[in-house]
């Protein structure tokens, strides 16, 4: 399982307001591997992590999940393979206030089709994981930054995707913390062998990685992404 985006344009605007983010852009991200996007501010780090989540279609060129193109699906088919496919961990988290942290798993799993009660043990067992066993019944007011994004972490995996797409995980997270948010991402990457591209300023993130790309290499002539990769 790969993502490879292939001849990847993403253009906004017209004539004068034309702005070109990529042109032809070529990358590839392996499983189990976490990738670091780093680069200056409009770089393209979030533009990037919205084409690869088909939350935005890119102007040409393709996007393969595993070999299967989605940017010229229908709106359908693609909602299909966000809620199947891909998992998303945001700057704050996005937790629903109200629900506690077993609840924001079960919810997720709840809008993806899949029955909840069923599930209830699981998520205990997926909050275990990222060391919040002690924290099951606190809701998102209760808990500190870095536990917020550890439950956003454990909701982002609990289906199983096969792609995980984080936007700046430790923006909002104490400095002491934000190593320990970003080796588990890395660690939990190699295990569950997902695809993780990781958008960030953070050089704790980058520190964990993988692998770094560096947007600002990434030319919009298309420049292959392999050369800052480690
Ligand atoms: N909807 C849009 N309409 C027009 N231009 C856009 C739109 N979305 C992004 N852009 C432009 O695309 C470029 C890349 O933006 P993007 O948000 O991907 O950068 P970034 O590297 O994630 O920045 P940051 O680190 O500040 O989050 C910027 O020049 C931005 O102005």
Known sequence: MSLELTGVTVAFGHADARTTVFDGLDVTFEPGRMTALVGPSGSGKSTLLAVAGALLRPTA???LLDGEDFAGLSDARRAKVRRERIG????????????????????????????????RSRAEEALTGVGLGHRLRHRPEQLSGG?????????????SPKLLLVDEPTAAVDRSQAGELAELLAERTRRDGCVTVVATHDPAVAEAADRVVDMAELSVTGASAGLSGR
Request: proline share 2%.
């Open 147 to 159: 536990e917020r994004q550890r439950v956003a972490l454990a909701r982002a995996l609990f289906l």
């Open 61 to 63: 060129g393709q996007v």
């Open 88 to 119: 998303y961990m945001f700057q704050s988290g996005n937790l629903l206030s109200g629900l506690t942290a077993v609840e924001q798993l079960l919810a997720a799993a709840y809008i993806s089709g899949e029955r909840p009660r069923a599930h």
